[in-house]
């Protein structure tokens, strides 16, 4: 006997939406249009779910891209999915700390989201493509000038232009030695500051010609050949015949590689 999962009045439910049900063991869809190769099921078979409305019998399949077949019924309330079914094809994830989602990982690497309705069903809107398909993306965690430069009041981000100005016309000296040019006024009437040649560095970040001149290739460790060890002749006598089986098993999925001996 097959279990219906939780639906709603027919007027409210969105014929392109698709719903994730625990409750479901059966993938029922009304939609005609989100399924191909629609038939007759194989083998004649007959679904037949019992609600607490009464029952309904479903002899039509189609599939599902990304999912595969599925039971047609236009007399269905809504399109659903079973979770026990997707599981088994598609990994699923959530996080409720982040975000009321499940996300079922197609295996070409899209993710479908499924989001929590007013009802505290999860559903996936085909029609919204900011949330049918969501796409791992790649992030850079880097800051731009212009966001340091906010950091900054305008007279500050003056200075340190100035510094970076003295500094290209010194040759790039060191971040070192340019900050005891400016401790030490070694420069007469500058009006930079020590504190500019800081904020430089923060802002722009080192000196490129600075890093080229001064950074140099360190000295790779050598590696040691490997130096073969004569075997005693007590040892080599006692073992002239020996055997050796190897094979391979996994652990978690890490390929590890057994040998076991065997003496004459």
């Not at 040019?181 to 500058?190: D, G, K, Q, Y």
Request: aromatic share 8%; with cysteine.
């Amino acid at each position: 006997m097959f279990h219906s999962p939780r639906l709603l009045a027919p007027p409210l439910i969105n014929p392109n939406w698709i719903f994730l049900d625990s409750e479901s063991t059966v993938c029922v869809f009304r939609n005609k249009a989100l399924l191909t190769d629609i038939g007759d099921s194989p083998y004649g078979k007959i679904l037949k779910v019992y609600t607490n409305g009464g029952s309904q019998e479903s002899t039509k399949v189609g599939t599902l891209d990304g999912f595969g077949q599925v039971w047609y019924n236009p007399e269905s309330l809504a399109n659903i999915l079973s979770m026990a079914a997707v599981r088994k094809v598609s990994r699923i994830t959530m996080d409720s700390s982040v975000d009321a989602v499940m996300y079922v990982h197609l295996p070409t690497g899209v993710k479908l989201c499924f989001a929590e309705g007013p009802s505290g069903f999860y559903y996936c809107d085909i029609n919204n493509k900011s949330t049918l398909f969501a796409t791992p993306s790649a992030h850079c965690l880097l800051s731009t000038v212009d966001q340091n430069k906010a950091n900054f009041r305008l007279r500050e981000v003056k200075g340190v232009d100035n510094s970076r100005n003295l500094s290209r016309k010194l040759l790039h000296p060191a971040a070192t030695v340019l900050r005891d040019i400016l401790v030490n006024n070694r420069i007469r009437n500058n009006p930079i500051m020590p504190a500019d040649a800081i904020r430089s560095d923060f802002i722009y970040g080192p000196s490129i010609p600075d890093l080229r001149a001064r950074t140099t290739r360190e000295q790779p460790t050598h590696k040691q050949a490997h130096i073969p060890v004569n075997i005693p002749c007590a040892l080599y006598e006692e073992y002239t015949n020996v055997t050796l089986n190897i094979d391979f098993f996994y652990v978690n999925g890490i390929p590890v590689l057994h040998t076991i001996s065997n003496c004459a």
